[in-house]
């Protein structure tokens, strides 16, 4: 989640809970209890689990049916933030919808909407708020409140002023809300930071491939920029850094260097933290190399560069403890299309140099960061 200061400084003047003289009748005892859903982001941890638990706990004695929906991407202005929270209010079915916002560093953001109003409720919770109370107990004892005046007929509106003839008798005092057990003095967590947008990776990996028959294990370094395009569609750019191939027989030696780089695509599956990357990428090689005749008789090819095209399917595990950084291993197959062995012509025969293989499995382990 991101601050939202500009959309909260023209809202939170208007926005209370008032009760509403033509309100909908109490739910009888046959129908379903009301649902309220606590919305955040798959990335959002920590806090957002300890203040789910104390709303449940504050909830214990009240008939609803109270649940915690995560959504993949939730960040923007406010009204991006409600239409997310106006959508998954209308798949649950949702009475009452709310969700915190740990951007800022000294105080929680509360926002409690109704779906069908149209308005939101914004609270900000001090650190000081009070001394026998930790945070997520103020937020939790805010959300009974407010669920509780919807509940029996209220909105999230302006209040207005009535006339004193008017004006309904005073209610009676509000029964005193269940606090959990453990809610005594608690020592000040400092709120975890929002989670990153998630939108542009940087990659570096340690790279190795099987190259050629006989067989020839190589090493190498890969780096790479990856971008979301939509919830889990992302392309990918890639260069991989090789060491040059050295082989050598009785007539001659050679240096092949491969500079292999890579675009492609791919699907991110899974959870936040633990995922699967299934790609495929079209790998480019202009390879070139230089060669030396031991002896006079020996004559190399003319060709001494070649584009090389191949296909790159791959798949990728990756794990992300803390969401601004993601280790990965990925095991992935190169299939040439235009791959030949490399000769050199000895009087009336035919020395094979190299014979590369035309499908080289290849293994990346590294780290990703997010840097936007």
């Known amino acids: ?66 649940t915690l929906t995560r959504v993949p991407v939730f960040f923007g202005t406010l009204r991006e933030q409600y239409e997310t929270v106006r959508q998954v209010a209308e798949r649950s079915r949702a009475r009452l919808t709310f969700w915190i916002d740990l951007s800022v560093e000294d105080r929680v953001f509360l926002y409690i909407a109704e779906p069908g109003g149209g308005r939101v409720l914004v609270r900000a919770v001090e650190p000081e708020t009070d001394e026998t109370l930790g945070r997520v107990d103020v937020i939790a004892i805010i959300v009974r409140t407010v669920a509780e005046a919807i509940i029996e007929g ?8 009535q006339p004193e003839a008017a ?3 005073p209610s009676p005092p509000p029964k005193p809300p269940v606090l959990p057990p453990d809610s005594g ?23 190795g ?39 050598a027989n009785d007539l001659v030696s050679v240096e092949f260097s491969p500079h292999p780089f890579e675009v492609g695509a791919f699907l991110r599956l899974g959870p936040s933290k633990v995922a699967v990357d299934l790609g495929i990428a079209l790998v480019n090689d202009p390879l070139t ?17 070649r584009w090389l095209v191949a296909a790159c399917p791959s798949v990728t595990v990756g794990w992300a403890p803390y969401g601004i950084y993601r280790f990965f ?15 050199v012509e000895a009087s009336e025969r035919d020395v094979k140099v190299i014979d590369p293989l035309d499908v080289r499995p290849t293994v990346l382990a590294g780290v990703a960061f997010v840097i936007f």
């Open 154 to 161: 209220g909105e999230i509106g302006v209040t207005r002023p």
């Open 185 to 207: 003095p608690k020592r000040r967590e400092k709120p975890q930071p929002s989670a990153p947008r998630d939108l542009l990776e940087i990659a570096g990996a340690y790279v």
């Open 1 to 66: 989640m991101r601050t939202f200061r500009t959309d909260m400084a023209v809202m939170v003047l208007a926005l209370s809970v008032a009760p509403v003289a033509a309100a909908q009748e109490t739910q009888s005892k046959g129908d379903e209890p009301p649902r309220l859903v606590m919305v955040a982001s798959e990335q959002d941890t920590g806090e957002v689990e300890k203040t789910f638990a104390a709303i449940r706990a504050q909830m214990s004695d009240m008939n609803v049916n109270l």
């Open 289 to 305: 190399w230089s060669l030396r005749t031991k002896d006079v008789s020996v004559r190399p090819e003319r060709n001494r560069f």
């Open 329 to 343: 291993l990925t095991v992935s197959a190169d299939i040439y299309f235009n791959e030949s062995p490399s000769v």
């Open 209 to 247: 491939s099987l190259y050629d028959k006989e067989p020839t294990w190589r090493s190498g370094a890969s780096v790479g920029l990856a971008g979301r395009v939509s919830e889990r569609f992302w392309v990918k750019a890639a260069y991989r850094i090789e060491a040059p191939i050295r082989k």
């Open 167 to 169: 004006r309904p008798p």
